[in-house]
């Protein structure tokens, strides 16, 4: 409850108050004009207090998308009440609008500072010295016009929200590629951060943010819901931002790409979102060309398409049902067998090569969908065991894992049953051949075993009743199925175990 000092304060709070973001212009257009003269009539006067207030009570309609009129003559009479206030001096060390810097965040969707109290006698707030001091009234003048127009004003102190420089932190962390937790539901939860109307701070700051997190969920990633949640949102956001044509800027003016550092991009994809935030990064962006072009729809565009570019790509690689067709060319003889040599050459890949990586992947799962339709059980044993290989040793993606998953699984089913007369040093040890050099020691075993008339056999070798032995098939199988479902545990919540079939 709010006690005015007469009713038209009251009456004109109660209009003021009802303007948001998504209010029909019809209506708060009048109001905004009509405030707007008032204030820029006599900026400086004794009744410069109320015009200023009713302007920061209707900043999110004039920081979403007022018509050019109407966001004119509200920064104009900002500007000149903050110019005309801010001069005076006065004995106070600090302003209330001061203390609402470092809570002010218009990634939140009901966003404005509150400024009732300088109208009236909030109940829970009794009247203060500084409320209506002219550097108080020119501060929130100030707050308001850089809501409206980003970087557009100066002498806005330097107050970060918490949560934002927590957000830095936590950004940079996974970006160090040292993350503290689990990065996933970090990325998650920034990509989800976007309102409906935000402002151009926040707007921006959302970009900037996917885009710098972009690079490391491409390469680090491959939980599909991150990826989801991160396209998602950049889709969101390429339709709220204006179109590429209202950017004023020339040539060379928009951040060079090649100048900037990731660092400096997380830091601004959350210091852009307040006022506090943006008045920080003046210190840092003074000497780098105009500030407001990391605001313009232009650059924002760019750097939303860009991420947006690379995300569905990498989706794809990771998440969509591969055609393995054309590796019949590739891998059998024209008599129908089976190119071995060949075949475990892919699977001996460079680990720092990631076409190796896919190359090797998609053997895997050719010789899995192969195996499903095989019918000599010496072709399918190889079969498996190429399975196997890549499902044990190559971080396998969802797309063509789960159909690799799939075989394994059945296969531990089938032999769950079936007993094992070794001992246990008579098998192989599936660690020996886990990646790295101990790749090329696997291929000449695998080689051996499928046509053992024309590749020697390894100093080492097993023999070919050890490889199809039930107690070495159903203990790698359920392992790599174990590992399988503990990577996969988001994606088949998402799915159904019922989708992890092969096709």
């Given at each position: 409850?709010?006690?005015?000092?007469d009713?038209?304060?009251?009456?004109?709070?109660?209009?003021?108050?009802?303007?948001?973001?998504?209010?029909?212009?019809?209506?708060?257009?009048?109001?905004?004009?009509d405030?707007?003269?008032r204030?820029?009539?006599d900026?400086?006067?004794e009744?410069a207090?109320?015009?200023?207030?009713?302007?920061?009570?209707?900043?999110?309609?004039?920081?979403?998308?007022?018509?050019?009129?109407?966001r004119?003559?509200?920064?104009?009479?900002?500007?000149?009440?903050?110019?005309a206030?801010?001069?005076?001096e006065?004995?106070?060390?600090l302003?209330?609008?001061?203390?609402?810097?470092?809570?002010?965040?218009e990634?939140?969707?009901?966003?404005?500072?509150s400024?009732?109290?300088?109208?009236?006698?909030?109940?829970?707030r009794?009247?203060q010295?500084?409320d209506?001091?002219p550097g108080?009234?020119?501060?929130?003048a100030?707050?308001?016009?850089d809501?409206?127009?980003p970087?557009?004003?100066?002498?806005i102190?330097?107050?970060?929200?918490?949560?934002?420089?927590?957000g830095?932190?936590?950004?940079?962390?996974?970006?160090?590629?040292?993350?503290?937790?689990?990065p996933?539901?970090?990325?998650?939860i920034?990509?989800?951060?976007?309102?409906?109307?935000?402002?151009?701070?926040a707007?921006?700051?959302?970009?900037?943010?996917?885009?710098?997190?972009c690079?490391?969920?491409?390469?680090?990633?491959?939980?599909?819901?991150v990826f989801?949640?991160?396209?998602?949102?950049?889709?969101?956001?390429?339709?709220?931002?204006?179109?590429?044509?209202?950017?004023?800027?020339?040539?060379?003016?928009?951040?060079?790409?090649?100048?900037?550092?990731y660092?400096?991009?997380?830091?601004?994809?959350?210091?852009?979102?307040s006022?506090?935030?943006?008045?920080?990064?003046?210190?840092?962006l003074?000497?780098d060309?105009?500030?407001?072009?990391w605001?313009?729809?232009?650059?924002l565009?760019?750097?939303a398409?860009?991420a947006?570019?690379?995300?569905?790509?990498?989706?794809?690689?990771?998440?969509?049902?591969?055609?393995?067709?054309?590796?019949d060319?590739?891998?059998?003889?024209?008599?129908?067998?089976?190119?071995?040599?060949?075949?475990?050459?892919?699977?001996v890949?460079?680990?720092?090569d990631?076409?190796?990586?896919a190359?090797?992947?998609?053997?895997?799962?050719?010789?899995?969908?192969?195996?499903a339709?095989?019918?000599?059980p010496?072709?399918?044993?190889?079969?498996?065991?190429?399975?196997?290989w890549?499902?044990?040793?190559?971080?396998?993606?969802?797309?063509?894992?789960?159909?690799?998953?799939a075989?394994?699984?059945?296969?531990?089913d089938e032999?769950?049953?079936?007993?094992?007369?070794?001992?246990?040093?008579?098998?192989?040890?599936?660690?020996?051949?886990r990646?790295?050099?101990?790749?090329?020691k696997f291929k000449?075993?695998?080689?051996?075993?499928?046509?053992?008339?024309t590749h020697?056999?390894?100093?080492?070798?097993?023999?070919a009743?050890?490889?199809?032995?039930?107690?070495?098939?159903?203990?790698?199988?359920?392992?790599s199925?174990?590992?399988?479902?503990?990577?996969?545990f988001?994606?088949?919540?998402?799915?159904?175990?019922?989708?992890?079939?092969?096709?």
């Amino acid at each position: 409850m709010i006690t005015f000092p007469d009713d038209r304060t009251a009456e004109l709070h109660a209009a003021w108050s009802q303007v948001r973001a998504d209010t029909p212009a019809a209506e708060a257009e009048p109001l905004v004009l009509d405030c707007a003269r008032r204030l820029s009539a006599d900026p400086g006067g004794e009744a410069a207090f109320v015009w200023v207030a009713g302007l920061v009570e209707m900043v999110e309609y004039l920081a979403w998308r007022p018509g050019a009129a109407a966001r004119a003559a509200a920064v104009a009479a900002l500007l000149a009440a903050a110019s005309a206030l801010g001069e005076r001096e006065c004995g106070h060390e600090l302003h209330p609008y001061e203390e609402e810097l470092a809570l002010l965040d218009e990634s939140e969707l009901f966003w404005r500072p509150s400024v009732a109290y300088l109208l009236g006698e909030p109940a829970d707030r009794p009247r203060q010295e500084a409320d209506l001091c002219p550097g108080n009234v020119a501060g929130h003048a100030r707050l308001a016009a850089d809501a409206i127009e980003p970087f557009g004003v100066d002498g806005i102190p330097a107050r970060v929200p918490e949560e934002h420089v927590e957000g830095v932190a936590e950004l940079t962390d996974f970006l160090h590629d040292y993350p503290s937790c689990d990065p996933g539901p970090t990325i998650e939860i920034n990509a989800r951060g976007l309102s409906d109307r935000p402002t151009r701070g926040a707007l921006a700051g959302f970009v900037l943010t996917q885009h710098v997190s972009c690079w490391y969920v491409i390469h680090r990633i491959t939980a599909r819901p991150v990826f989801d949640e991160m396209i998602e949102g950049l889709e969101q956001a390429l339709g709220l931002l204006p179109p590429a044509s209202d950017c004023v800027h020339g040539e060379g003016e928009h951040p060079d790409p090649e100048e900037r550092h990731y660092e400096t991009d997380a830091q601004l994809g959350f210091y852009l979102r307040s006022p506090g935030g943006r008045a920080e990064a003046r210190g840092f962006l003074e000497d780098d060309g105009p500030m407001d072009a990391w605001v313009c729809p232009a650059f924002l565009r760019e750097q939303a398409e860009e991420a947006l570019g690379e995300l569905r790509g990498r989706h794809e690689e990771l998440f969509a049902v591969r055609d393995t067709s054309a590796l019949d060319a590739a891998y059998l003889t024209p008599e129908g067998a089976l190119d071995i040599g060949g075949l475990t050459r892919a699977l001996v890949h460079d680990p720092f090569d990631s076409a190796g990586g896919a190359v090797a992947q998609n053997v895997g799962l050719w010789a899995a969908r192969r195996h499903a339709t095989a019918v000599d059980p010496h072709v399918r044993l190889v079969l498996l065991h190429l399975a196997l290989w890549v499902g044990a040793g190559l971080d396998l993606p969802y797309g063509p894992g789960r159909e690799v998953r799939a075989l394994l699984r059945r296969v531990g089913d089938e032999v769950s049953e079936r007993g094992c007369t070794h001992r246990a040093d008579e098998h192989p040890d599936r660690r020996r051949f886990r990646g790295g050099y101990q790749a090329e020691k696997f291929k000449q075993h695998l080689d051996h075993l499928y046509a053992p008339a024309t590749h020697p056999a390894p100093a080492d070798a097993y023999p070919a009743e050890v490889w199809s032995c039930p107690g070495l098939l159903g203990q790698w199988a359920g392992e790599s199925v174990a590992e399988l479902d503990e990577a996969y545990f988001e994606m088949d919540l998402e799915d159904g175990d019922e989708l992890s079939t092969l096709l």
